[in-house]
């Protein structure tokens, strides 16, 4: 039989408190410890493993009124990026390279690592990435209003109170600092915010986190490749 004992003098309460301050201790300590690296967009990238991988994804029908472009046919007016940081029961994971651009990829090859994009004979979604290092680009014909929704709905995983992709748990989200509230699809694709994912437990608290997204992808941009 399993006992749970405490030192004579300290109440439940705070024995409880000690062991959730040494959870977190030890992932932090597993956070700090994670390699990283600049990648081809300028923007970090933690190798760590993907939340789901990108081939899930929509083929080149319409979702959600966001349609998949070939490269003749891509015309961009607006274009803003959003970071996205995934922790799941305190472990980071990470968007996969390639969400919203079907096959075959074109891939290039820099000095900083391999950047996916549209070629000849595919296409992507105004809502896609390039590189894994959770930025997601919005490249649409007109200025609206993204969700992290559509977005989800174009890589075809499940979003919701209780499950991100395939990670299955509470879910808590922060954008900019700011703990949001309601349902994670309806969370606009801010112009260069940050949105952190929660999964489960324990909720790790907002990380802070700077980008400028670099290359040919730079805001403003009627193109993305990797410069």
């Given at each position: 039989m399993f006992r749970t004992s405490t030192r004579p003098g300290v109440p439940l309460a705070v024995a409880a408190v000690l062991v959730a301050a040494l959870a977190l201790t030890a992932i932090a300590a597993s956070a700090s410890s994670v390699r990283t690296s600049m990648g081809p967009e300028g923007v970090l990238i933690y190798h760590v493993a993907d939340l789901a991988p990108a081939t899930t994804g929509a083929t080149g029908?319409?979702?959600?009124?966001v349609t998949c472009r070939r490269l003749a046919q891509q015309v961009v007016h607006y274009h803003v990026h959003v970071e996205v940081e995934?922790?799941?029961?305190?472990?980071?994971?990470?968007?996969?390279?390639?969400?919203?651009?079907?096959?075959?990829?074109?891939?290039?090859?820099?000095?900083?690592?391999l950047f996916?994009?549209?070629?000849?004979?595919?296409?992507?979604?105004?809502?896609?990435?390039?590189?894994?290092d959770g930025i997601i680009h919005v490249e649409a014909p007109h200025k609206g209003i993204f969700t992290l929704g559509q977005f989800f709905?174009?890589?075809?995983?499940?979003l919701g109170p209780n499950q991100v992709g395939p990670a299955r748990g509470r879910v808590v989200l922060f954008q900019n600092g700011k703990r949001l509230t309601g349902d994670p699809r309806a969370t606009v694709l801010v112009p260069h915010s940050v949105i952190q994912i929660d999964v489960?437990?324990?909720?790790?608290?907002?990380?802070?986190?700077?980008?400028?997204?670099?290359?040919?992808?730079?805001?403003?941009?009627?193109?993305c490749s990797a410069g």
């Amino acid at each position: 039989m399993f006992r749970t004992s405490t030192r004579p003098g300290v109440p439940l309460a705070v024995a409880a408190v000690l062991v959730a301050a040494l959870a977190l201790t030890a992932i932090a300590a597993s956070a700090s410890s994670v390699r990283t690296s600049m990648g081809p967009e300028g923007v970090l990238i933690y190798h760590v493993a993907d939340l789901a991988p990108a081939t899930t994804g929509a083929t080149g029908k319409p979702v959600d009124a966001v349609t998949c472009r070939r490269l003749a046919q891509q015309v961009v007016h607006y274009h803003v990026h959003v970071e996205v940081e995934i922790f799941v029961h305190g472990v980071r994971e990470r968007l996969p390279a390639a969400i919203g651009i079907t096959k075959p990829y074109l891939v290039e090859h820099t000095k900083a690592g391999l950047f996916l994009d549209s070629g000849v004979y595919d296409c992507m979604y105004w809502l896609h990435t390039h590189v894994a290092d959770g930025i997601i680009h919005v490249e649409a014909p007109h200025k609206g209003i993204f969700t992290l929704g559509q977005f989800f709905d174009v890589w075809r995983q499940p979003l919701g109170p209780n499950q991100v992709g395939p990670a299955r748990g509470r879910v808590v989200l922060f954008q900019n600092g700011k703990r949001l509230t309601g349902d994670p699809r309806a969370t606009v694709l801010v112009p260069h915010s940050v949105i952190q994912i929660d999964v489960g437990a324990p909720v790790v608290g907002f990380h802070p986190f700077t980008f400028k997204v670099s290359g040919g992808c730079g805001a403003g941009t009627n193109s993305c490749s990797a410069g």
